[in-house]
Structures are given as C-alpha cells and as structure tokens.
C-alpha cells in the first residue's frame, strides 16, 4: 500500500535554532518527492522537489535529502525564523495511474522567540 | 513559474444554496485535483480530473459534483450546500515528473 509517514507531528522549538523533520514513504514505482510549506488558512507552497537520482536540495535556509533506497527525506531548516512556523507537508508522485500523489499528514512546527 | 488560481479566498454560503469554486492553472497540466482540509484529517481527495471532461471519484465525493469543461480550468460543484461542508478547500494541478502545485485555498462557511 502507498503510505507516507511524516514525523514528529508537532515541534516547537527557539528562534535561532536548526530542526529536521522526517518524511518515510513506500510509494512505488517512485516519480518524485515535494516538501511544501503551508501557512495557516493559505495553500501549500512548494519548497523543493527531489527526484530518484538527487540526495540534497537546498532553497535557501531549507534542505531536502532523499534516500530513494531506504525511501527516506529530510527537510531541514537552519537558523530558524518566527515565520518559519507553518505545517510543512511531504508529498510522494507515484509513475501510475493519474491519482499519484501520496500525503504525509504533515509536521505542525512552532517557532517561538 | 506555475500558477494556480482559486477565484475566491473566503466565501460564506447558506445552507441549501448552490456553489461554484473554480480553479484555473496556466500550465497545460492534464491533471487536476480538488481536496478538502479540516484540521486533523489532512488533505482529502473529493475529485480528481485527467483531462477535459474526464473526471474521478475521490476519497470523499458525495455532496459535491465536477466539472472540466476546458483543460485549464476544473470546477467543484456543491449542489445543495451544508453545515459540514464549511472546510478549506484547495485545488491543485500535476504533470507527473514534477508534482502538484496548489491554489491559494479557499475558505468557505456554510451558515
């Protein structure tokens, strides 16, 4: 069964400080993985898309890795900023089928001064 | 860069009315989705098009109806609005290798 797992489900942590949050997924055949960041009553906006052959993906003071072969992702954020607190979601593209995309239930972060 | 337009950020409806939430991407994507998030529950798939005229069931279908009359443009109907309808509503398009991209959201409330 396609699943995407995404841990811890809620984080709070100081301004200033690094986190990573984890996404594991069982999504196969694997097209791509998007993390995306989603403010509170707004849609979720992407902030990296890995594919089969990348590991690390950096925007900004973001960085994903991808594990294709033990089906782990990372996203971590350095030097975090108040406005970093959002939900920030996994997303797994399966190849098959036109419904191929796959959820995590998302990472509640809270960045507090 | 991809862009996907809901044409309303907030809307507030009586129970009964009919609505229209209507979702335009300007990226020649065939796939088309339309999710509802509540808190706790996560995205919900309700319907799924991919290609004009072409349309899925999702996960949670019943109440609503779609409409995908031209490529860009995918429109979910709910045909007698009602209390557990008020939800966040995104709509999304994909191209396989790259991914979904979402629409602002739209926040509706059923009275």
């Known amino acids: 069964k396609n699943q995407v797992e995404q841990s811890p489900q809620s984080l709070i942590i100081l301004e200033g400080k690094n986190c990573t949050l984890q996404?594991?997924?069982?999504?196969?055949?694997?097209?791509?993985l998007r993390w995306y960041k989603q403010d509170t009553g707004r849609g979720p906006v992407s902030l990296t898309i890995m594919t089969f052959s990348e590991n690390t993906k950096s925007n900004g003071r973001y960085t994903a890795t991808l594990d294709a072969d033990t089906k782990q992702s990372s996203l971590h954020i350095t030097a975090s900023q108040l406005s970093d607190s959002a939900s920030y979601i996994c997303?797994?593209?399966?190849?098959?089928?036109?419904?191929?995309?796959?959820f995590g239930t998302g990472t509640r972060l809270t960045v507090i001064p | 860069d991809v862009k996907v337009t809901q044409s309303s950020r907030y809307l507030v409806k009586r129970t009964g009315e009919k609505v229209f939430l209507e979702c335009v991407q300007d990226m020649d994507h065939e796939n088309m989705f339309w999710y509802r998030q509540d808190p706790g529950l996560g995205l919900r798939l309700i319907y799924f098009?991919?290609?004009?005229?072409?349309?899925e069931k999702g996960d949670i279908p019943e109440g609503y109806s779609v409409s995908r009359e031209k490529k860009e443009r995918f429109s979910l109907i709910l045909e007698s609005a009602s209390t557990n309808q008020t939800s966040m509503y995104l709509c999304?398009?994909?191209?396989?290798?790259?991914?979904?991209?979402f629409g602002q959201g739209t926040r509706l409330t059923v009275v």
């Open positions: 996404c594991n997924y069982t999504v196969s055949p694997f097209s791509n």
């Open positions: 999304a398009s994909s191209l396989r290798e790259w991914g979904a991209f």
């Open positions: 997303v797994v593209s399966g190849m098959s089928g036109a419904n191929n995309l796959f």
């Open positions: 098009s991919y290609d004009v005229k072409m349309k």
